[in-house]
Every structure is written in C-alpha cells, then in structure tokens.
C-alpha cells in the first residue's frame, strides 16, 4: 500500500536512489502534465506532454530511430541504411569531371580550377615553351632547347675571359688581352704599367708638346732624351743631361757633345764712341775658346784690331784709332 502526498516533496538537489517508476499495464486516466509511467505491456517509458487530462498525449522515451533526414550539401553524396534499431549515414565527396592522375612534365605545367568549395573541377596541362631564340651583333639567330641544351657564353680569345660561379656568369678581358683590330678610346687612356711597347710604323700626335720624366716631383736627377734604334748599328742620342743642364748628342752611344743655342753660344754688341781705342767686351759666355768677329756697322765690311781673351767672360779689343759712335758690331761665339 502507498503512502499519499498531496503536496510536492523538495529533494533539495538530493539524488533519488533506487527508485522505480510506476509500473501499468496501460495508460492512466486522467493523468497531469508530464506524468510518467513505465508500460509493462510493451517496455516502454511514456510521458504526458498534454496540460488536459481528459486528451492526455503520450510521448515514447524509448524505441529505434523510424525516420531521419540528412541531406548531403555541394560536393557530397550520401546514402541512408535503417533498420529496426539501427541507423547507418554514409557521406562520400562528390566525383568531378577530373581524372584521377598526375598532372605537369618536365616540358609542362599543371592547370586547375577551383570552386567556392575547394574542389578542384577541372585540371589540365600548359606546355611550357622550351625554345629560347638567342642573338648577337653578327651571325644569325639561334635556338637553345631549354632543359636538353646547354647555353654557353664563350669569350674571344686573348680578348675576353667568362667565368661560371655561383650561379652567375662574370665576363671581363682576360689578363693580357690582344685587340685584333682597331681600337678606338674615346676618353683618357691611363697605362699604369712600367712599360709601353707601341709596334706601328707610323704615330700621329695632335699635342705639340711631349713630357718625359712625368713622373719627377723633386730634385731633378735623371737625364732625358730621345734614342733611334740603328738595328746592328750603335744607337744614337739626343738627351738633356740633367748633371750639366745642357742638351747633348751622341753618335756612338758612348761620346756626348754639347748641343749649343744661339741664346746661350753668341753674344753682340755695338762699341765705338770716336774718343776711345780700347774695349772691354762682357761677353758672359764662360768660357775663352770663343771666335770674335768685328764689322763696321756702315759699309758692313770686316773690320780687324787686336783681340785678347781677357777672361771667361770678357774679351778686349784695340784700335790703332778711335771708332766713331757704335760703328763697330762685335759678334762672339762661343766653341764647344
């Protein structure tokens, strides 16, 4: 016999252990809003989901799955297997119109295309275009197979020098480079070597003036000049000896002689005053190995008197009378 409330009972959030729920052959009458009961008949918990007793509906809290629906979205498939108490789903990707396969060559590329799902609808190939058409300045066009030929920068040779490092190519002139045929430098040329060996019959100059020893910045020491080569013959010189600041000139190479200057070997003057008979002629030429020469400045005849070397410097000429006013040109040179 049950016990009767006619009032809710509170667990307080306490468990209800062991309990058993209401066993009946069939449904009861009359029952209220989410009452439940456990069928004997068919094993099945039943719940009253209707607020009206008198049209109680009864929900099944037990039992297989009868009904499902799943719809395979854009790009999927699927297929449904039920049974009593069993339920199977199977979701399969779509097939697209690619074939399966591998895609791109050593000569062509992979195309694909791709929709708003990622799936890929269509896949190709791109032939890659392995003929590179090369040219130059001279000779005709060529055609290297990427991939199967070999490109080759070849330098000329003793002109110019290539070099493969590093995946880069270096093209320069080669340590001593010849030029087989003319060479034209349109700004300065700068040789920064010892020597300059120039075998040609002929050079044109345009500058008027040629510098030798450029390079002197102090004290001058060294002689300079100009050497002709006379093959099995001794070579001649013309060379300024820096020691004695003169020009000078060999024609066996060994003995030099003095190149002399109208400036720096004569010297003239008028004298004659109509009183005195004797002159003292400056001369400055270093030297008394001089030839003094005397003419008379009106008719131009050679005139002759007594001349004496007086010193390196000065020479002195007497009369037997008195020429007139500056009638008398004296004219020395100076030998060696």
């Known amino acids: 016999m049950a016990l009767s409330y ?20 069939a449904n009861p009458s009359s029952p209220a809003e989410g009452q439940i009961y456990y069928n004997s008949s068919d094993d099945t918990i039943y719940l009253n989901t209707s607020a009206d007793p008198a049209n109680p509906v009864w929900d099944s809290l037990g039992g297989d799955i009868t009904g499902i629906d799943i719809t395979a979205g854009t790009g999927l498939s699927g297929t449904v297997s039920t049974t009593s108490g069993q339920h199977t789903q199977t979701i399969d990707l779509a097939d697209t119109a690619v074939t399966a396969g591998s895609y791109g060559s050593a000569t062509s590329i992979p195309t694909f295309t791709v929709d708003d799902q990622g799936r890929l609808t269509a896949a190709g190939t791109a032939a890659i275009s392995t003929d590179l058409t090369i040219a130059a300045d001279t000779g005709s066009d060529d055609v290297v197979s990427v991939g199967t030929d070999t490109l080759t920068f070849a330098g000329t040779a003793n002109e110019i020098d290539t070099t493969v490092s590093n995946n880069q190519i270096q093209i320069g002139l080669v340590a001593n480079p010849t030029v087989s045929g003319n060479l034209i430098v349109s700004g300065n040329l ?3 070597g010892t020597t300059t060996t120039v075998n040609t019959e002929t ?30 013959a001794t070579n001649v010189v013309f060379r300024w000896n820096e020691g004695t600041d003169i020009w000078e000139l060999t024609k066996d190479g060994t003995n030099y ?6 400036g720096e070997s004569t010297f003239a003057a008028s004298i004659g005053d109509g009183s005195a008979t004797s002159y003292a002629v400056t001369h400055n030429l270093g030297t008394q190995d001089v030839i003094v020469q005397l003419y008379d400045a009106s008719s131009l005849d050679t005139v002759y008197a007594d001349v004496v070397r007086t010193s390196t410097s000065v020479v002195t000429i007497d009369f037997a009378s008195a020429p007139s006013t500056n009638d008398i040109r004296v004219l020395v040179t100076k030998i060696g």
């Open 6 to 25: 006619l009032t809710d009972i509170n667990l307080n959030k306490n468990e209800l252990q062991n309990v058993v729920i209401q066993k009946l052959g």
């Open 257 to 262: 002689y003095e190149v002399q200057t109208v």
């Open 203 to 232: 050079i044109n100059l345009a500058d008027n003036i040629i510098t030798l020893n450029s390079n002197e910045a102090g004290t001058p020491s060294e002689n300079a000049g100009i050497e002709v080569e006379r093959g099995t």
């Open 190 to 192: 700068t040789v920064s």
